[in-house]
């Protein structure tokens, strides 16, 4: 069998992914993080086609509520109305573009336009046109309330958008994902809440880059050394390594699976935390079995994943539970946005715990999120001889997908990177080259 290209030439330099099941080759033409053509196509492509998580309903938690962010390029705004019911709109005045809301966040029953003073409800409706007697006989106000974005579904309080009218139902798009964000929401029995706080940062890489970190395993032991060591001081038992599996979810999105040293609030004692938490920590997990049964207990409580869902949402549920949203900026910088989430009324101590856990590992600042940074943005660095130097190899592992037992499909393996990228190279293709790409 030949090689399977499953994307056309974006760049003039071949094509971008080769897969060839019959020899477990796997490999991705550097043009994909290097070539700013490869970006701006992706862009329509991937993001304006897709589902994007925008954020969790426990943001905006009262009427009146609201927060804006800017995804896909686009400015938004997630409110909740004084009817209670949450809308993410466009963020640019119906009038002539201005942004209606300048804040992060707030409270209130009405946005304003800075430009010239019209007024819209937070349910979207327009409130005030200073001035509209002037308007035409033709001027219609209803034509100019808040634009909604073309679509939205709530997943169990996680919040997602598609600006592809056509699109498939979002519980369609998790496909095997869905499954897993379950996993996440039934930690908590009231239900799960962003904490407050957001962390920003950035690197000077391309977007994909930290996709396919945070499902690579490969690099774990050799490049977190420094928190390893950190794990081995506070008495944590990782004699048996991060081992796990790697699994493709459907759709592009993955999932690796492991059992680690380190403690979860949701149900799992370490002992660094004493005796007195064992106590507490075990009747938690007697309740989850109580309510999900032994089996469903044992995904919710006892497994860390990190979980991908295509294309830039990242949920790592391991010692604390942490949403990571990857901005793309330009093809060789993005915007990383994180937020820590935790079983609403959790007691005082696990709330505290789960925080010092995901600054300690997983925060800008932290033992490991450093060292990823500097090994991608090192790689963004070499991609800048793509043309010289063409192919990076995700092959790990990939005699596993041509009849090999599950369970040789380990976490250090590469079949949950595979997924992503299959996925990216499908959409990728579909329609034809367009101007800018290499042989238009």
Not at 87 to 103: Q, V
Not at 402 to 427: C, M, N, V
Request: charged share 25%; glycine share 12%; with cysteine.
């Amino acid at each position: 069998m030949a090689d399977t290209i499953i994307t056309d030439d974006l760049s003039g330099n071949g094509a971008l992914v080769i897969d060839n099941r019959d020899k477990g080759v796997f490999r991705v033409n550097r043009a994909a993080m290097a070539d700013p053509a490869v970006f701006a196509t992706e862009r329509r492509r991937v993001f304006d086609r897709v589902w994007l998580y925008f954020g969790h309903e426990s943001e905006v938690p009262n009427p009146g509520d609201f927060r804006t962010r800017t995804l896909a390029g686009r400015p938004l705004i997630l409110s909740r109305g004084d009817d209670g019911e949450v809308r993410i709109f466009i963020n640019s005045c119906p009038h002539r573009g201005a942004e209606i809301c300048r804040e992060t966040a707030g409270n209130g029953k009405a946005f304003h336009c800075l430009y010239h003073a019209w007024s819209f409800r937070n349910t979207g409706e327009v409130l005030d046109i200073p001035g509209e007697d002037a308007f035409g006989g033709a001027f219609d106000r209803r034509d100019f309330h808040l634009r909604h974005v073309p679509r939205m579904e709530n997943y169990r309080g996680f919040l997602f958008i598609c600006f592809d009218p056509d699109a498939v139902d979002l519980t369609t798009y998790l496909a095997g994902a869905g499954e897993y964000l379950d996993y996440v929401a039934d930690q908590g029995p009231g239900g799960m809440e962003v904490i407050r706080g957001t962390q920003l940062y950035s690197a000077r890489a391309n977007w994909k880059l930290l996709v396919e970190n945070s499902i690579d395993f490969y690099h774990t032991v050799p490049l977190h050394k420094t928190y390893f060591k950190f794990l081995e001081d506070i008495g944590a038992d990782i004699s048996g390594g991060v081992g796990g599996r790697g699994y493709d979810l459907g759709g592009g999105h993955a999932v690796v699976c492991f059992k680690a040293g380190w403690g979860r609030p949701v149900a799992r004692w370490e002992p660094s935390w004493g005796e007195t938490e064992r106590t507490r920590i075990e009747a938690l997990r007697a309740d989850l079995v109580a309510r999900y049964g032994e089996r469903r207990t044992e995904m919710v409580a006892d497994w860390d994943r990190n979980l991908m869902l295509f294309p830039n949402l990242l949920i790592n549920d391991i010692m604390a539970t942490v949403i990571r949203q990857v901005n793309p900026i330009s093809h060789d910088y993005m915007e990383i946005t994180q937020w820590a989430l935790a079983p609403k009324g959790e007691p005082r101590q696990d709330r505290a715990g789960r925080l010092h856990a995901f600054n300690t590992f997983l925060g800008p600042g932290g033992l490991a999120t450093p060292d990823d940074i500097e090994a991608f943005e090192g790689a963004q660095r070499g991609f800048g001889a793509w043309r010289e130097v063409s192919w990076s190899d995700y092959s790990r592992g990939y005699f596993g997908e041509a009849g090999r037992p599950d369970s040789e499909k380990q976490s250090s393996h590469e079949i949950q990177i595979r997924a992503f990228y299959r996925r990216w190279s499908t959409l990728m293709a579909a329609g034809g080259n367009l101007p800018g790409w290499g042989g238009a």
